[in-house]
């Protein structure tokens, strides 16, 4: 397996099943968090997950440029996990910058490394009042689908359990 993506709800336990998966590899692990900390909960948050993820790991902090963040982790570390997607569609569509979900796939696809990526699955619930909710769900469900079909393997965390549905 070269490439997975994990997809799950919010609190599903995709996070924590990525990352024991890619630990599974043998020497340095990337880490690439695209979430941004607005708030003194949020910056709370990120600075436990990486005291959590230990000496093993090297952290890039990529709200943005994903796909430059991306190319530096694979020429330093062994495996890739970037958590998550979502965010980081959000961070771009917050700022008016275009979604290059092309580019994104084509930059897994070439990583001489094992890259596993993280996605909320937001399509399950009901249909949001707003606009830019309504936008960002039908953004999300697209960009899914277009990088379910690029990468090798997908998995749906369900209460903690993984469903692979590809291959």
Not at 113 to 119: A, F, G, R
Not at 132 to 146: P, Y
Request: hydrophobic share 45%; net charge neutral; proline share 5%.
């Amino acid at each position: 397996m070269s490439s997975l993506l994990v997809l799950g709800g919010a609190r599903s336990g995709k996070s924590r099943f990525a990352q024991q998966r890619i630990e599974q590899y043998a020497g340095k692990l990337a880490f690439i968090a695209t979430a941004q900390p607005f708030d003194a909960e949020m910056r709370e948050r990120i600075d436990r997950h990486k005291a959590d993820r230990g000496e093993r790991w090297h952290t890039i902090e990529a709200p943005f440029d994903l796909i430059d963040a991306i190319r530096e982790a694979d020429r330093q570390a062994d495996a890739i996990l970037i958590d998550c997607l979502t965010l980081w569609l959000s961070n771009l569509m917050l700022a008016d910058k275009p979604i290059p979900a092309a580019q994104l796939c084509a930059t897994v696809a070439q990583c001489r490394h094992p890259v596993i990526l993280v996605s909320n699955e937001v399509g399950y619930g009901i249909v949001p009042e707003n606009g830019l909710a309504r936008r960002f769900r039908d953004e999300a469900g697209r960009f899914n689908q277009q990088v379910a079909a690029a990468v090798d393997a997908v998995a749906l965390v369900v209460a903690g359990l993984p469903v692979f549905v590809k291959p």
